[in-house]
């Protein structure tokens, strides 16, 4: 059977989420957005642990559900589906390596809640779990790989969004040049890295170490209408069994959705906060300085795998998946009716059209445009149109900014405009 | 000539202490000047030059100091070392008591003590403590007057004698009268020709009377300290025997260590400068050896203890680079990712009273930035419940579970941390059976509440205070609540020991290696005090050439704020 899959995301126990990233708002957003299987997230947490222990239950396919009682959200009829939890969590790993401050981010998916709390009293006697739904520790990566093998050989171990600057494993700031430079001896005990949002598989793919690695995605959502902007899809049978076999072996994994990667935060190089963006090239004519403040421009994405590649631009290796690239609807929506991605406006229309014709998912990329141009804006089917044929403008995201997206030219909206005027 | 292994790579003074082997020797080890690296040279020296293992004593403080200095002696001696006796103070009394007497006793620790003492004094835990103090005293003071007068102190030794049980002071007090009396203890004491006895300013008259009671069949006495870090005046010990030991033992050969290779030349000399204050002590000349950059002493003056937790939780920050996403988008600035190799253990905040603690635990939660407070409140809470459930371990009741047993062993507790922990405890071993699982609850709790505080593995920020910081060294060191009042510290009107406290300033100075912070606030309400916080006099001590002043007022404070925003 085939499933969406998003396992990385965080509870309103971690930094800067929203307070409605509760199991029942979790449960609730994976029916709109379309997802079968989400992770936890936050498990390391105390209040987290004992929020889903109380509210979720083990069910036989080795995920959780929710528990019948809290199922008492508003779902649209087309929307309703089966949701299940995987518990993860992710571990911020700040450390010390080859004379280095080394700084990465990795995601932990347990079997069961057992072995969440095997890794939470091992990682209670070296920092704080309390302070973040994603602690901070002072412990290297490989460390944190050997407890998580430690606490059952069927967890599996990611290392999460693996190419921004600050805080993954091949980051320009503080990570590493290769796997195994991190993991050492543990290197075959990573099967997977998470690309990120500023980053797609055929930039991943210019690495021939990552050939038998499975390239993942995940949302990393902090808020309910983030969830899935990043995804798996299986092909496989819906169980924890299921989805680390399919991870591990890339049998049964079939393609990721992904944003397209100019739109991630860390794409392009430059400086925020100096309106600096610049392509690779341009940072190596500076000299990697900051023309405004003088100080090291951050480098983005793109530039790190130029810098890793040893393959060229437009290489594929065999058997790799393959990989959708999408625009969440709320934005789409957004660009057509030129307002606020999380307007009054956008999200009426956004229930409109999930309402009539099912999750967001389907709608992104199997539902005819004819039926949603039937319920919804012209507009926005066309916008759907040129995203699925990869007809957008994006101006690339650098230092933390998101990129921008323009799916129409000016012209585009007025002809269209016109066009409206008629009906 | 050939050089000897044993004596290589050290320096002259360090040469002269592992050489001079017959004869009363005092070694003044300043801080960072290899004391532990010397006294073990000078064991692998002793062995090669035919000395019985069994001859060697080397008495320390702390467990941690012998483990460390019985690891390092087998490190570099290897097979050779077996039998030397490196122990604590305790250790030794122990092992001689069982080794003369033949007889076990039971030891009581301090609970069981306090458990005895509240019964004689009417039955409060108060009066039970005050009551320990007071017998403690006794002990340690070797205060003959007490011990014939005191009617509390004589009928807690009788209860003590029926129990056939000793409390730790006991294990010095006993050895020294057996010394005097029984010949048993005298061929005990006659097999240590060599005796070394570390931290030597920290020996209080019991103690005293210890080593001059085994001085009696050997001279060759070997001690090693710095009166400049005798911090444990309240404890009972007293500089004084340290600067006295050259009359005591006739003479004595002194030999001072005066290599630093721990801190800048800048904290080296700003912490000499305050130091020679003292009259109490053996003067001295040390130069630093490492060549690293010298950063000036940075002094931060904030609006609040508040303020001063987060000035602090910043400057970690500057250093270690951007802690999260989070923090990078708060950033007015792009983050500069520099060279730098810094880790959390690499920093550690020091303060003078564990009440100064909260705010800047506080700071920390807040910032995410793992630490741990040494002698925290936490680990002692754990390690009672470890007790609580060993006791419970032989007494399991028909149908609890480690859920019920675990509920009511932790029912006290309403920290969320220890909370968590509890549910994690259940969560992972509830599917044993009870047994098996209770007694994996306990040893992942022992892991939790080791013997000693400090675990240099922990990769996290170090809280502590000056007391507990000595011996330890860390790259960047905070010094918190610098303040008139508090460092040196006074209790109401009466007035503390200034030059007891200017050590203990100096211990924490000395404890860095690269960088080191001074801060104060204007105003404190962590300390009984309310506005109009004063420097501490101790800052004047110091050369204003090595002083980088940073004020962080209020008012500054507010100001940024806006401006922040604007850029958004
Ligand atoms: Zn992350
Ligand atoms: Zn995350
Ligand atoms: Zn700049």
């Known amino acids: ?423 | 000539m050939t050089e000897n292994p044993i004596l290589s790579g050290l320096n002259k003074a360090q040469i002269k202490a592992v050489t001079h082997t017959e004869g009363p020797l005092l070694v003044v080890a300043g801080p960072g000047t290899g004391k532990t690296h010397t006294i073990v040279r000078r064991i692998a020296y002793l062995l090669d030059i035919g000395v019985k293992p069994h001859e060697i004593l080397a008495i320390t403080f702390t467990n941690r100091a012998a483990r460390e200095m019985r690891e390092r002696t087998e490190a570099f001696t290897g097979q050779k070392g077996i039998g030397i006796s490196i122990v604590t103070f305790h250790m030794f009394g122990l092992n001689m008591l069982r080794h003369i007497t033949g007889r076990e006793f039971t030891l009581i620790g301090r609970d069981e003590q306090v458990e005895i003492l509240k019964d004689l004094t009417g039955g409060r835990v108060k009066d039970g403590l005050d009551a320990l103090d007071k017998i403690s005293k006794i002990k340690n003071l070797f205060d003959e007057k007490g011990m014939e007068n005191n009617s509390i102190y004589q009928r807690y030794q009788a209860i003590l004698r029926d129990m056939n049980a000793l409390d730790l002071d006991d294990l010095i007090l006993l050895p020294v009268e057996l010394l005097t009396r029984d010949e048993k203890a005298w061929s005990y004491g006659e097999m240590f020709r060599y005796i070394m006895i570390d931290e030597y300013q920290d020996i209080n008259p019991s103690q005293y009377r210890l080593i001059k009671a085994l001085s009696r069949f050997t001279w060759n006495i070997c001690a090693v300290g710095d009166s400049d870090q005798a911090i444990y005046a309240f404890r009972g010990a007293d500089v004084e025997n340290f600067l006295n030991f050259e009359r005591d033992f006739h003479g004595a050969e002194v030999v001072v260590l005066d290599e630093n290779y721990r801190s800048s030349g800048i904290i080296l000399e700003a912490s000499q400068n305050l130091i020679k204050n003292n009259t109490k002590r053996i003067k001295k000349d040390i130069h630093a050896i490492r060549e690293i950059e010298n950063i000036p002493i940075k002094l931060i003056s904030t609006y609040d203890e508040r303020a001063e937790a987060e000035a602090i939780v910043r400057e970690i920050e500057n250093r270690i680079g951007a802690i999260s996403h989070f923090h990078i988008m708060q950033a007015k600035q792009s983050y500069d990712y520099g060279e730098g190799s810094y880790r959390f253990s690499d920093f550690a905040i020091l303060y003078r009273t564990n009440s100064q603690s909260r705010k800047l635990k506080e700071a920390f939660v807040e910032a995410g930035i793992p630490f741990k407070v040494i002698g925290d409140t936490d680990s002692r809470v754990l390690k009672q419940i470890e007790e609580r459930l060993k006791n419970r371990l032989n007494d399991i009741s028909h149908g609890s579970t480690l859920e019920s047993i675990l509920e009511e062993a932790f029912s006290s507790v309403e920290d969320d941390e220890l909370t968590g922990l509890k549910r994690n405890l259940i969560f992972a071993y509830r599917d044993l059976p009870v047994v098996e699982g209770l007694s994996r609850v306990i040893d992942e709790l022992s892991l939790f509440t080791s013997p000693d505080a400090f675990d240099p593995e922990a990769d996290a920020v170090h809280l502590m205070t000056l007391h507990m910081s000595k011996g330890l060294e860390f790259k960047v060191v905070f010094i918190a609540g610098v303040e008139d009042g508090i460092i040196p510290y006074r209790l109401s009107q009466r007035d503390g020991d200034d030059e007891e406290e200017r050590r203990l300033f100096y211990v924490g100075m000395t404890r860095a290696r690269d960088e080191l912070c001074l801060c104060y606030c204007e105003n404190r309400s962590d300390h009984g005090k309310g506005t109009g916080q004063r420097p501490s006099p101790f800052i004047k001590e110091i050369p204003e050439a090595y002083i980088k002043h940073m004020v962080l007022s209020r008012r500054e404070k507010a100001k940024k704020k806006p401006r922040q925003q604007r850029l958004f």
């Open chain 1, 1 to 423: 059977m085939s499933f969406i899959a998003d396992l990385h995301i965080h509870s309103r126990f971690s930094r800067a989420t929203s307070p409605d990233m509760t199991p029942e708002g979790i449960w609730r957003w994976a029916q709109l957005k379309g997802i079968a299987v989400i992770g936890t997230g936050d498990f390391t947490h105390p209040g987290w642990f004992k929020e889903i222990a109380d509210k979720l239950e083990p069910s036989e396919n080795g995920l959780l559900t929710l528990k019948k009682q809290y199922r008492n959200q508003d779902i649209p009829s087309s929307c309703r589906a089966d949701v299940f939890f995987m518990v993860t969590g992710e571990v911020s790993c700040i450390y010390s390596k080859d004379g280095k401050t080394r700084k990465v981010h990795c995601i932990l998916m347990v079997p069961d809640m057992q072995t969440a709390a095997r890794i939470n009293i091992t990682l209670s006697k070296i920092g704080n779990l309390k302070s973040d739904g994603r602690p901070i520790l002072g412990l290297d990566a490989r460390e944190l790989l050997n407890i998580t093998l430690d606490a059952s050989p069927e967890a599996l171990f990611i290392p999460a969004h693996a190419w921004t600057p600050h805080f993954s494993v091949f980051g320009a700031a503080s990570g590493f040049n290769s796997l195994s430079e991190c993991f050492e001896d543990l290197t075959p005990y990573v099967f997977s890295i998470e690309t990120g949002l500023s980053s797609d598989p055929p930039m991943n793919w210019r690495l021939s170490s990552l050939d038998n690695i499975t390239l993942i995605s995940n949302s990393d959502a902090h808020s309910p209408v983030k969830i899935g902007r990043e995804a798996n899809i299986f092909e496989t049978e819906v169980s924890y069994r299921g989805i680390t076999e399919a991870i591990k072996t890339k049998k049964g994994f079939r393609n990721t959705i992904e944003f397209f990667p100019e739109e991630g935060k860390y794409h392009y190089d430059g400086h925020r906060n100096c309106g600096i963006c610049l392509a690779p090239e341009q940072t190596k004519a500076y000299d990697y300085i900051c023309p405004v403040c003088k100080k090291r421009i951050t480098i983005g994405v793109m530039h790190r795998v130029q810098t890793l590649a040893d393959r060229d631009n437009g290489s594929r290796p065999e058997g790799a998946p393959d990989y959708r690239s999408i625009i969440p609807l709320n934005e789409v929506i957004a660009e057509a009716l030129k307002t606020g991605q999380n307007s009054k406006a956008v999200m009426s229309e956004y229930f409109k059209i999930i309402s009539n014709l099912g999750p967001e998912f389907k709608i992104l990329l199997e539902t005819p445009l004819d039926d949603i141009g039937r319920v919804s804006h012209p507009l926005i089917s066309e916008a759907i149109k040129r995203v699925r044929e990869n007809k957008i403008h994006i101006s690339p995201g650098y230092d933390g900014e998101y990129g921008r997206i323009k799916i129409f030219e000016e012209k585009d909206i007025k002809v269209n405009s016109r066009q409206m005027s008629l009906f």
